[in-house]
T-cell receptor, first 117, second 111 residues
Framework: DTEVTQTPKHLVMGMTNKKSLKCEQHMGHRAMYWYKQKAKKPPELMFV???????INESVPSRFSPECPNSSLLNLHLHALQPEDSALYLCASSQGLGGQGFLTEAFFGQGTRLTVV | GENVEQHPSTLSVQEGDSAVIKCTYS??????FPWYKQELGKRPQLIID?????GEKKDQRIAVTLNKTAKHFSLHITETQPEDSAVYFC??????????FGDGTTLTVKP
């Protein structure tokens, strides 16, 4: 199983709503990532989790709150978003067995297309 | 932080021709250089990757070269086919798992 599964596929939310994006993988990967991708732009790294611990936060606003409940699951909690936060949110995972372990293929999920109204 | 520049931004070739995309990076801590293909509305998918201790890698019609001294790496696709049409991203990744992507190249292969 080389799948990274993200739910929901599409999400429309108001600026006062609270919602969560979910990501799941069963490849035994110990590194998981959140990326944000705007139209016609490259993916931009937001967070990196290694062994369920947050290891990189790319100065992401606090209205985005990541959570890694276990080695297979990654959530992104959203609160008080702005219209400019509308984008495709991609989850990815890789082996991530420390150090050189990050130097392996990242498998991406299909993404959640988020629209903030 | 890392800065990855990718050229060209668009590339149009005739079916059967070769395509070359080039990237430069700035952070000497980057040790892993994957190339992703992203079709419209789909997820990025790895097509080839190279680690810093290797100068060249080939997989059928696709090859990647790395010059770590000059901090540049290139993707070569030979015998292009219409199904190769997509956006291609290079990336530079550190041991900490931080990946920085180039801005992408839109490749169009004309039948």
């Amino acid at each position: 199983d080389t799948e990274v599964t993200q739910t929901p596929k599409h999400l429309v939310m108001g600026m006062t709503n609270k919602k969560s994006l979910k990501c799941e993988q069963h490849m035994g990967h110990r590194a998981m990532y959140w990326y944000k991708q705007k139209a016609k732009k490259p993916p931009e790294l937001m967070f990196v989790y290694s062994y369920e611990k947050l290891s990189i936060n790319e100065s992401v606003p606090s209205r985005f709150s990541p959570e890694c409940p276990n080695s297979s699951l990654l959530n992104l909690h959203l609160h008080a978003l702005q219209p400019e936060d509308s984008a495709l949110y991609l989850c990815a995972s890789s082996q991530g067995l420390g150090g050189q372990g990050f130097l392996t293929e990242a498998f991406f999920g299909q993404g959640t297309r988020l629209t903030v109204v | 932080g890392e800065n990855v520049e990718q050229h060209p931004s668009t590339l149009s070739v005739q079916e059967g021709d070769s395509a070359v995309i080039k990237c430069t990076y700035s952070d000497s801590a980057s040790n892993y250089f994957p190339w992703y293909k992203q079709e419209l509305g789909k997820r990025p998918q790895l097509i080839i990757d190279i680690r810093s201790n290797v100068g060249e890698k080939k997989d059928q019609r696709i090859a990647v070269t790395l010059n770590k001294t000059a901090k540049h790496f290139s993707l070569h696709i030979t015998e292009t086919q219409p199904e190769d049409s997509a956006v291609y991203f290079c990336a530079a990744t550190t041991n900490a798992g931080k990946s920085t992507f180039g801005d992408g190249t839109t490749l169009t292969v004309k039948p």
